[in-house]
């Protein structure tokens, strides 16, 4: 059973609803708790940071007469590395975006002395992180708690001023000594009076009545505004961190150069493989059957004339064995790019495919926008390499071959070319060396791409194929 779809670019975009302010504002608010203990974690680990590596730093900078200041300072250096590397962690969980970490190498793990002291000294990135974690940091933890603690403190004070400012503390004989007034007896009045009093000079419930509406209004307002300080803070630790803990471009584009050239090893490895195992398919197949035909054809010739009924029975096995050399050659053909591929696309070599197989294939393609020629070829031979597999080897009744061409993985990632093999055989698939899903896997990573296979002991298998597709 086969079922090709193409799906067509929708000719209309949807945008999405846009959120209202209100919606906005609540994800500040749902986020809040998160930052708020970030900032307050951020505090003691500052505090404790300017305590505790200003200690180690006097011990070690005593010692270093007698070189054991070194290991002190590299022991110092690895405890700031840890704590940088909690910092990403906890800006992680406080859902800021991303750092990308440096690649670390275990310390002191399988290292010399002298070995290790000198990766932990000539390490760029050490230096960075005891700079974040051992200086820079604690003193953006304290500027920071300065604000957002002081905050907290006075929102609350401000809010609950009708009930502090409008309940009366002073006994029958209290008195207060007001500026530009003089000394008055204040029983029965409020803090809220008293200080209208000592502004303007004179007894006033109603301008007292305004002044503690403008305090809890004050203080409503700080408390609203409170998600953009714990964001704003955060932001500023996020920067610093971005600044001193992230890894550089240079190791990107280094691991880039990597995987290229591992890439690159792969197809060339993946080729070879393809040509010895096609030379190997050809010499134990359809040579050794040729070589039997034309042993069969010169037996035939020997006996015309003389044994004609021999002769018969020799052209026989020679036309057998020729229909079986051109089954085998059209089997092993499968492997290459069949002329329908160039001609009609890639759906229709796929339907061709599922038609000729043993097993009931069915084929479903959905590609949203035109493949480039290597990019089908590769497709072709890796759904047939993994059709193929589970034909021989799966004991599978059904087979589900899927092809689609899925948006990016990841953010600013390549959309992708997605091929799934699933079968209801007995499981148990695994890449062997030199053999087909090998193949596969070493093509797919010429590419760039990968080969993920899920096959439990009695089955169902599913394998799953991903090409990254060029941009634009």
Known sequence: MTSTTMSAPSSTVRTPARSGAAAGYGRFWRRMPRELGYLALTTVIGLASLTVLRGVEGLGAGLLTVLVGLVVFALLLVATRYLGMFELRRL?????????????????KGKGFFRALG????????????????????ILAVLTTVIWLPWIAASIALTTAPIWASTSPYGP???????????????GWTPAEVAVAA????????????????LCALGLGMIAAFPFVTRG??????????LLLARFRSEDLGVRVEQVEAAQRAAVAAEDNALRRLERDIHDGPQQ??????????????????????????????????????????????????????????????????RRSAVPLEADVRLTE?????????????????????????AARRIVLGVATEPAPTTGGPAVLRIRVTDDGIGGAGPVPHHGLAGAAERLAGLGGDLRIVSPAGGPTEVVATIPLPRG
């Not at 932990?120 to 700079?131: A, D, E, I, K, Q």
């Not at 004179?202 to 403008?214: E, I, K, Q, S």
């Not at 803070?233 to 971005?242: F, N, Q, V």
């Open 199 to 214: 502004v303007g000079g004179g007894f006033d419930p109603v301008r007292a009545a305004w002044l503690v509406a403008g």
């Open 92 to 108: 992680s969980w406080a859902r800021m975006p991303g750092i990308p970490a440096p690649r670390w190498t275990p310390p002191l």
């Open 370 to 394: 035109p493949l480039p020629s290597p990019i089908e070829r590769s497709a072709y031979f890796v759904a047939a390499e993994l059709t193929s597999n589970a034909i021989k080897h799966a």
């Open 289 to 354: 059957r040729l070589l039997r035909l034309q042993m069969e054809l010169a037996a035939a010739e020997r006996r015309l004339g003389t044994d004609d009924a021999a002769a018969a029975e020799s052209l026989e096995e020679a036309r057998t064995l020729a229909q079986e050399t051109l089954d085998e050659l059209r089997a092993l053909s499968q492997g290459f790019a069949p002329p329908l591929l160039q001609d009609r696309g890639l759906e229709a070599a796929l339907e061709a495919l599922a």
């Open 233 to 242: 803070l955060t932001y500023a630790h996020w920067g610093l961190g971005r």
């Open 119 to 138: 990766d932990v000294f000539g390490n760029p990135h050490s230096w960075l992180y005891y700079l974040h974690s051992g200086v820079l940091n604690p």
């Open 173 to 187: 004989d209290a008195t207060v000594d007001l500026y530009r007034v003089g000394v008055v007896h204040v029983a």
